[in-house]
């Protein structure tokens, strides 16, 4: 959907004009910012859709950004960021980020998935119109407030843990194969990455499962997918 704002922080200005370049093309309103404090201040005035935040920035990094992001918004965030270890990825997918891409990328890449996020944001969105729950023994699972309770105490889960958690509750006591959890979450092809999915699968498990090394709700199924079962 065109006239979608999206803000990027970045400190480096041939990659935030690149970008800009692409998103302005697909009709995207951009604004962008090399630190956090004007980067706040955007998200009051213009309050973007979607945030593009480097990680490696002078000053307040992007870890810390998203930290206070998170704080009061909800809206996706993707990382962008030169460090390619699978630490610094966890790192940042664990603190409230939505997606991960590292640095050299393909302008065209990095769109599509900006258009995958927003896409699933207004699909989001229009769920809240139709009410329904799902409920498990000691998990209540409302996809109208996109609340979870936990034996009536209200779990913390960021966007895309539940996004993860409705798909596979929606499909109890079914395989779920790794590439349609994918694509219906990210709303693109994993491309063979699936390191993003196994770190929000992980943190999901940590907030949702007594034991997360032997979980009651989601299970891996080796070589396919995941499957939620349902505790009797």
Not at 57 to 85: A, H, N, V, W
Not at 159 to 182: C, G, M, T, W
């Amino acid at each position: 959907m065109s006239g979608e704002k999206i803000l990027i922080v970045d400190d480096e200005p041939e990659i935030v004009e690149l970008i800009r370049l692409y998103l302005v093309r697909e009709g995207y309103e951009v604004w962008s910012t090399d630190n956090g404090p004007q980067a706040f201040e955007y998200m009051e005035q213009f309050a973007p859709d979607l945030v593009i935040l480097d990680i490696l920035l002078p000053g307040m990094d992007g870890i810390e950004i998203c930290r206070q992001l998170r704080k009061s918004y909800s809206i996706p965030i993707l990382f962008i960021s030169c460090k390619t270890e699978d630490m610094d990825i966890i790192l940042g997918l664990s603190i409230g980020g939505d997606d991960y891409v590292t640095k050299p990328f393909s302008p065209g890449q990095l769109v599509a998935r900006v258009k995958a996020h927003l896409r699933r944001k207004q699909q989001s969105e229009q769920q809240k119109e139709e009410l329904r729950q799902l409920t498990f023994p000691g998990l209540d699972i409302d996809l109208l407030t996109r609340n979870v309770w936990m034996g009536g105490s209200l779990v913390p889960l960021s966007s895309k843990e539940f996004d993860l958690l409705a798909l596979l509750a929606k499909k109890p006591n079914r395989v779920v194969p790794i590439q349609h959890l994918y694509k219906e979450a990210w709303g693109v092809d994993s491309n063979g990455d699936t390191r993003t999915l196994l770190v929000h699968i992980s943190n999901l498990r940590k907030k949702i499962e007594k034991d997360p090394a032997e979980p009651a709700y989601i299970h891996t199924v080796r070589g396919v997918g995941y499957k939620f079962n349902s505790p009797l």
